[in-house]
């Protein structure tokens, strides 16, 4: 039993290291995210959005590298403005999207009575011929 516990000491006294390692990165990060939350939510300027928009189409939805990025933003202030956006983006094109494909309904009747007028004029002139050769004979 001796040797039980003192392997579990072992262990335990190694993740404790290991956190106590890992212990003044993350009190950066929740100091960073302090100094981050005092200035709440700012206003997105245009060079902000461009920058967002460039750092999406090249990291793709990499917001912890994104944020590294963006020094007085949060990740969650990144995701969320990037999720608004898209949703706007999506909301966009999807009416886009929309009206195309009425135009093209809209279009494909026309041909449709047009071929269907079309059809008609042809039978119709193929019967004239049809009665013109069995007249002659």
């Not at 000491?9 to 981050?36: A, G, H, V």
């Not at 608004?84 to 009575?113: C, G, M, P, S, T």
């Amino acid at each position: 039993m001796a040797s039980l516990s003192s392997e579990s000491n072992t262990k335990d006294s190694e993740t404790l290291k290991e956190l106590l390692k890992q212990r003044p990165r993350i009190q950066k990060k929740q100091q960073q995210t302090k100094i981050n939350k005092s200035n709440s939510n700012p206003i997105w300027n245009p060079e902000d959005l461009k920058k967002l928009e460039k750092c999406v189409s090249i990291l793709g939805t990499d917001f912890d590298l994104i944020q590294l990025l963006f020094k007085n933003r949060t990740r969650k202030q990144i995701m969320n403005k990037y999720k608004k956006a898209k949703i706007q983006y999506d909301r966009k094109h999807k009416e886009k999207f929309l009206r195309i494909k009425e135009a093209l309904n809209k279009e494909q009747e026309v041909q449709r009575h047009r071929l269907g007028s079309i059809d008609s004029i042809d039978l119709n002139i193929a019967l004239d011929i049809h009665e013109l050769s069995t007249k002659k004979e």
